[in-house]
């Protein structure tokens, strides 16, 4: 089990929303547990209300303590950039674009194996979405997580530093394998994936549109070691690995190449001289006709 309990990536935030969305989601799971017209229906037509109100359920107090942990964290993080209006702003937008994208893959085209699944609920999807935008923004960040495990009569935790990239992809590649396993049916590890998808182009607009300060700290900026906006960065690394692999694939065809142009040079009558002319040359002439 891993616990996120703190951050080294700059808060410049106090995170008030963070805190009162934990509030509110605790407070509603106590107050009025899920009920099911708040839940997002699936096969049922729209419900934009459904869209905002589903984030906000939870199904057991398991439910609502794994997610409010990793809201906490992740909110931290991004919360800590951005403000605590704007923050607001984009957490329920996060949630509502998924579950509408949500309930309109899998209410009118269908949901797969899981036909029979009509309801669903919880911030998850939301809170990828924050840790996408998070991975992006502060990469190379850490947080301070704790690892325990318990086997039988035996218990142990400790506390580790590890980064928000790796932090993240560890869970957003799990979510991604069981998705693919069970070639993407209406489950939790789609749900999860569609909202870090939602959050990472959210991110990148803010990134493109300089709506979030990360000092040259974002994941695009440290891999294109530079700076500038986020599409300019991903055409210089797109561009930089086409240019690699083109350099690599003229590197193992030139010789064969020199050959093929030396045969179109001479005639016939003067190939064995141009050979023996060319002998240093490692390419076996047998093999070109």
């Not at 049922?44 to 359920?57: D, E, R």
């Not at 009118?108 to 939301?126: E, H, I, N, P, T």
């Not at 590890?162 to 489950?187: H, K, Q």
């Not at 055409?235 to 690995?241: C, G, M, P, T, V």
Request: charged share 15%.
């Amino acid at each position: 089990m891993l616990i996120p309990i703190g951050t080294d990536a700059p808060v410049y935030h106090w995170p008030v929303i963070t805190v009162g969305l934990i509030a509110v989601n605790t407070a509603l799971f106590f107050l009025i547990g899920h009920p099911q017209e708040w839940m997002l229906s699936i096969g049922n037509g729209w419900h934009p209300l459904q869209w905002v109100t589903a984030s906000f359920l939870h199904a057991n107090v398991y439910h609502l303590v794994g997610n409010m942990i990793f809201l906490w964290a992740y909110g931290l993080v991004v919360e800590g950039k951005i403000g605590s209006w704007r923050f607001l702003v984009t957490y329920l937008l996060i949630a509502a674009f998924e579950n509408l994208v949500a309930q309109t893959l899998f209410g009118f085209g269908g949901s797969g194996k899981d036909d029979q699944l009509r309801y669903v609920l919880g911030a998850s999807g939301a809170i990828c979405g924050l840790m996408a935008m998070a991975l992006l923004w502060a990469p190379e960040n850490t947080f301070t997580v704790v690892w325990g495990y318990k086997w039988g009569p035996y218990a142990s935790a400790t506390d580790h530093e590890i980064s928000i990239l790796g932090f993240s992809l560890w869970f957003i590649g799990w979510d991604l394998l069981a998705a693919v396993l069970y070639r993407f049916p209406l489950s939790t590890p789609v749900l999860h994936l569609l909202g870090a998808v939602i959050g990472f182009v959210v991110g990148v607009v803010f990134l493109q549109n300089r709506w979030v300060d990360c000092e040259n700290y974002d994941l695009f900026t440290r891999w294109s070691g530079g700076s500038g906006h986020p599409i300019q960065q991903m055409k210089r690394i797109w561009k930089s690995a086409s240019h690699q692999r083109q350099k690599k694939s003229s590197r193992k065809l030139q010789p064969l190449y020199k050959v093929i142009i030396l045969n179109e040079a001479v005639g016939e009558a003067e190939q064995p001289r141009a050979r023996k002319r060319h002998q240093a040359t490692d390419v076996d002439w047998r093999t070109v006709k």
